[in-house]
């Protein structure tokens, strides 16, 4: 054996091993990347979430009509948009659908129609003539399904139009952080 471990042939073989060999990577520097990695990932999926939660926070007509304070905030808003007989005819049907015995079935069905939908009502709501017709001639023989159409076309209406303007407006934003600041309080 020579004296010598490596010889000048030896040393430019190892040399040549060694470019070969893939360098061991550091694991420290291999979890930082994950790290860094998967917080990039976290931003983004945050920031879809976030962009999406604004979306999704916005209530609709029917939970802003199940909600009292939203209930009367909302009203406020359509009589100052003079527009409060849609959310008074809305609740007259729901009432006459719920409440009403029957016994009093037809002078209720009548008392609605005076009120809204005859010609020369004073809160006129806006529906199709064909819907009106319908409604005064079956008024005879009511049922607790007979504003139905009626009211399904005034909720559209409602959620189409002054909803998305009431979402919009001082007054609900006004509510909402009125809400937002009682809940840390």
């Keep these: 054996m020579p004296k010598l471990l490596f010889s000048k042939i030896g040393i430019y073989e190892f040399k040549d091993l ?62 100052s948009e003079f527009s409060e007989e849609n959310i ?31 010609p020369t009502a004073c809160r006129e709501i806006n529906v199709d003539h064909h819907i009106r017709e319908k409604i005064k001639n079956s008024l005879e023989e009511p049922s607790l399904s007979h504003f139905d159409e009626a009211q399904r076309h005034v909720y559209q209406l409602m959620e189409r139009d002054s909803c998305p303007r009431f979402l919009r407006s001082d007054t609900y934003l006004s509510l909402r952080s009125k809400t937002r600041t009682l809940w840390y309080i």
Excluded at 20 to 46: A, E, G, T
Aim: hydrophobic content about 35%; proline content about 3%; overall charge positive.
């Design 18 to 79: 060694m470019q070969n060999v893939k360098p061991r990577r550091r694991i420290d520097i291999v979890l930082s990347r994950r790290r860094q990695k998967k917080d990039i990932q976290c931003i983004i999926h945050r920031k879809n979430d976030d962009s999406n939660d604004h979306k999704l926070k916005q209530p609709t007509l029917k939970k802003l009509l199940k909600d009292k304070k939203c209930l009367a905030a909302f009203r406020t808003f359509l009589q």
């Design 88 to 118: 008074d005819f809305w609740l007259a049907c729901e009432d006459f659908r719920k409440n009403t015995s029957p016994d009093d079935v037809g002078w209720k069905a009548v008392e609605i129609y005076q009120r809204f939908l005859h």
